[in-house]
Structures are given as C-alpha cells and as structure tokens.
C-alpha cells in the first residue's frame, strides 16, 4: 500500500507544471547516455509514467515510443521485437492523435516498420514500401526540412539495390544532407527532438570507408 501511495504521490507531482518539463529533460537526457534494450526499457517506463499524469501531452508519448523503437533494434532475441513495437505504436498513436500532422512522430512511425523487418527480412516486400511512404509524408508535414526524416531516408535507400533506385551513392548524398540540415536545425521547445547527428557521422563515415 504505501508503495502505491508513493507512485500516486510521485505521479502527481510530475504533474505539475515545472515540474514536469525538468522530468523530461532529465529523462531525455539520461536517454542518450546507454545502448542497451535494458536501459531503453527503462527509459520507456519513465516516460509511460509521465504520459499517464499529462495525458495531454505528446512529447511523453512521442519518446515512450521512441525508446520502445530503439528497445527493438538493441533487442537480440528476435522474438521480443514485435510486442516491443506493438507497444511503440499504441504510445506513438497516442502522439499523434494529440500532435496531427507531426513530422517527427510520423517519422518514428516509419521506423517501427522498419524495425519489424529485423525479425523477418521477408516482410520488407510490404513494409519497406511502406516505410518509405511515410517518411514522404513526414517531408510533406515539415517541408523547412526535418534532419530525422532525411536521416531515415538516406539509411532506406542505401540499403536499396540500385536496380530498385537505391545504392551506396544515393544514400550517402542524402545522409550528407541530413548533416547539413543538423547543423542549421534548432528544435521548436526544449523538449523537442534533436537526437540523431552524431549518428548520421558514424554512418557518412562508415559508409565512407567502404
């Protein structure tokens, strides 16, 4: 009983207006600091107990979602994946129904998809189509650019056989356009995203390499 209390007390005081925007700085702070499912899971619990005291908020549900997306590309036992990224949906869905038309949820949507192809590669004949899809549709909700859409674009149409309109060449052109809009992207609040860069580096310079 008095372990229940506590979370009641402590969700609501996250609740409160201040105190919920430190909450989730810290939180997505913390979040960069580890690659592990492990710590991802956890960052994922934090955030689902934000998003359960400010139901209207998108920015808790949105990194609920994303911590569950970046579980399921950490997780090596395969049969995980899927009912990680069941619950990334309904956290994401949830984002977007309190946000519409945002590119950065529809960007993290797109890569649910492409997730779920790590667990079997044939499903990439439906969802990569689709994956590619909405991030189109991204670009179109932030046409001032938006560095995480490019980022996912450029990783899609590398992994594209030329003959499909994708290569090497192709994804690296696009993955140096999405460094180049890091460098001049500013997020709209504090608790925007703006996660990614150092990321887009180590693939210009992998791919680079090889």
């Excluded at 060449?169 to 140096?176: A, F, N, R, S, V």
Aim: proline letters at 5%; charged letters at 20%.
């Amino acid at each position: 009983m008095a372990g229940v209390l506590c979370t009641l007390f402590a969700t609501i005081a996250i609740a409160q207006g201040p105190r919920y925007a430190e909450s989730m700085q810290k939180n997505i702070a913390a979040m960069y600091q580890e690659n592990s499912a492990e710590h991802y899971q956890k960052m994922a619990n934090n955030f689902e107990r934000i998003a359960n005291a400010e139901k209207n908020q998108w920015h808790p549900f949105y990194y609920a979602g994303y911590a569950l997306v970046m579980q399921a590309y950490s997780e090596s036992d395969l049969s995980k994946v899927d009912p990680i990224l069941d619950k990334a949906e309904e956290h994401l869905n949830q984002a977007a129904a309190l946000s519409p038309d945002n590119s950065e949820v529809t960007a993290v949507q797109s890569m649910v998809l492409s997730a779920r192809m790590r667990v079997d590669m044939s499903r990439s004949m439906t969802m990569g189509p689709k994956s590619s899809a909405m991030l189109q549709k991204a670009m179109g909700q932030q046409p001032s650019g938006n560095p995480r859409v490019m980022m996912n674009m450029a990783q899609n149409i590398y992994y594209t056989p030329e003959a499909f309109g994708g290569g090497k060449k192709k994804g690296i052109e696009l993955m140096q356009k999405a460094l180049a809009m890091y460098e001049s992207f500013k997020p709209a609040t504090d608790l925007d995203p703006n996660w990614g860069k150092p990321y887009v580096e180590s693939m210009l310079k992998e791919w680079n390499a090889n």
